[in-house]
């Protein structure tokens, strides 16, 4: 097999229900190739995956989840040819949106002074990371990390890298380029329809036979 699709390991379900286009799409000839292709992917993923728990994911949800801005996600959907902050090292906007929307443990938002002290450093320190005069070490990048609950990948990855790995797309953003006839592409999408359809009738043996394991709070096997 090509390639394979990586279940998330937050707890997620696949839905093939349809929802409605984000935007209008560039007609023919008059739109950047790229961007529609990659509209085109958003709003299919967008389509088959859904939580758990719930109905679609809504754009505010994912952005939280992968630090990727919600304009920024909004105009990726609309068909809008995007450059700036595609390209970009994501560090410093992924931090500033952690320290925006995460929490302690108690509820409560994370200071610049508390992230410092639990790093070992002064605030000065962080005050320089978040105005790019200083490059963060592996070391504070792990700690980093685990202050806020995320992978490393979250302070590296691109907006798009970052969207597939959300959707557990094990092709990356290579899925979202690609022409619609090349094989990664075809094979991926027809592993996350497999997937969603399979969720659909309910068969987690059969799912787990063919991916491997199942995601947290998936229905029990058969005979468990």
């Known amino acids: 097999m090509i390639v394979a699709l990586a ?9 093939r229900q349809p929802i409605e286009p984000a935007g209008k799409r560039p ?33 505010d949800a994912v952005s939280l989840a992968t630090g990727v801005p919600v304009a920024l996600l909004q105009r990726l959907r609309a068909g809008e040819p995007v450059t700036e902050g595609v390209d970009d090292d994501p560090f410093i906007a992924r931090l500033e949106h952690l320290l925006k929307t995460r929490k302690t443990a108690e509820g409560k938002p994370h200071t610049i002074t508390d992230v410092a002290r639990a790093c070992g450093k002064s605030r000065t320190w962080l005050y320089n990371l978040l105005d790019d005069k200083s490059k963060p070490s592996l070391e504070s990048t792990k700690l980093l990390c685990k ?9 590296t990855d691109g907006p798009l890298e970052a969207l597939a790995r959300h959707f557990g797309i094990e092709a990356g953003a290579r899925f979202f380029v690609l022409p619609d006839d090349d094989e990664l592409v075809r094979e991926t999408k027809s592993q996350v329809e497999l997937v969603a359809l399979l969720r659909e009738v309910g068969a987690p043996a059969v799912l787990s036979r063919y991916l491997g394991t199942l995601p947290p709070g998936a229905p029990p096997r058969s005979g468990a």
């Open 27 to 59: 007609m023919s000839g008059t739109g950047d190739e790229r961007a529609s292709l990659i509209s085109a992917r958003l709003d299919f993923l967008f389509a088959h995956i859904f939580p758990r728990d719930g109905g679609p994911q809504s754009q």
């Open 147 to 155: 202050i806020f609950g995320v992978d490393p990948s979250f302070f």
């Open 7 to 15: 279940v998330p390991a937050a707890p997620r379900a696949w839905c």
